[in-house]
């Protein structure tokens, strides 16, 4: 960064409650409930998605950290897992090296290689966004992207957000790494392997599927598909659509001839 920035008083004490909070971070519910408060001290957001990509650049997880006032459309096209609006970001920031991008009018003339997605977020009702990530690094790297700052973002933000971001990538690593030692299979399957229905419904998810459309599909009602979807989460340890997916590409469940 060109500029040099120093902190305020307040901001510093901001940063270092930060900080110091984040140490403490071990699961989800404890990352949600520290973007939701010492987070917002330096970066107020409504919505940060958090992104792990593994050694060869694929997506590995996602989390989309938010409260219930955002529709659920929103969600699903910023957080698809092969080409939500959250990754696209994650690539194309990546692409063009290390350091935090801020989405807003800035962005917004010809030929500028993130004013398109920044297009997006607008028709998304999100405002603006500010996103930076790790380099690569042996086991994979973390990305963050913030949405709907409270203020239009300045260089004061991204500096506070390079600050903040090895906490981030290290607090994230440590849910992964835990979660982990308790979920993830061998490469043989699950703890507790799924039917061949099933599998056959992930399958239909991993494609788009509505619960609505693989109850067409399949002929059975919408209830059965909605109880072997609630099994399905259950036996991945997963909590939603997108991470069911990541889960099952990561695992290798279904046969690549098959899907």
Known sequence: MEELIVLGKLEEEYLLRALESALQIRNLRQLFLWARGEMQGLLPHAILTCIQFDEHDA???????HNTSHASATIKLLTHPSDGLAIRIAQQCRANGNRPRILDQRVAVAKHPLAELYSEVLRLNL??????GTERLCD????FVLFSLAEPPTMRHAFCFDLLLPSLHLAFQRILSSEGDKSQA????LDDPLTVRESEIL???TKGKSKDEISVILEISPVTVKNHIHKIYKKLKVHNRVQAVLRCHSLRLLNPEKS
């Open 140 to 143: 994979g790297a973390s990305f």
């Open 203 to 205: 399958r239909w998810i």
């Open 186 to 189: 061998s490469a043989s399957g």
């Open 59 to 65: 997506v590995r997880r996602l989390e989309c950290l």
């Open 127 to 132: 405002d603006n966004a500010l996103a930076h």
